[in-house]
């Protein structure tokens, strides 16, 4: 699934390829896609005629900012989207088209069909599902070492699932979090809550850094995943933990373990990462 780097990635390319782009027709072909509004033709007769503005990026969500409207899009699996020319060979998994006036399409393809779409008149997504309960953005300004602690403050939860839980912070998946956690040198079955101020720190800085340097590489095509050019991210080259059961740890030599840490393969060094406070 892609995390904060890699929607991030597809957020940066959309930019560049439909920047202004005026939509004159969409085709949508899998209406389960479509959450809101729940009827596909006025999700497809209010697009109509609107121009593409500039795309944003919540937590893993694209926001797609129209004159007059905002596209709220999940990718959640394998969801992925790409530039044609009209008449190009259409893939069967290619779900919604945007026709563009300029004989252009944005084709949204999803081999799983776990994608989403919701669409909104401007300062209302914010304000509703999907985007509403979102915690702080980790490349924010506003995500401080003092606002993580508050976060962890008191909570008995497992930090691993803590981290994943978007409520909280947003954007930081399975691969992403493992390798925060390891580069921290913090077990991911720790009680959030337990951790001190020093830990807390250290789990922050790795947090920002990590997401950075991944989204600095245009994140990570583990599996299928490629971004919004087809070209992939170069992230999974540099991952120091996730993927590499039974590998030596790179910082101590120690095997990497993976075990199920709230219901996710979780990989882990057991010196690095020991369970106890260090
Ligand atoms: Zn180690």
Redesign the pocket.
Known sequence: MPELPEVETVKRTLNTLIHGKRIQKVTVRLPRIIRRPDDITIFAHMLEGHTIQTVERRGKFLRFLLDGLVLVSHLRMEGRYGLYAEGDPLDKHSHVIFHFDDGTELRYTDVRQFGTMDLFLPGEDLLQQPLKNLGLEPLSPDFTAEAFKALLAGKNTKIKPLLLNQAYVVGIGNIYVDESLHAAGIHPERAAGSLTDEQIVRLHDSIVDTLTNAVNAGGSSVKSYVNGQGESGSYQHKLRIYGRKDEP?Y????KVEKSVVGGRGTHF?P??QPPLLT
């Open positions: 740890c910082t101590c030599g120690s060094c010196s690095c």
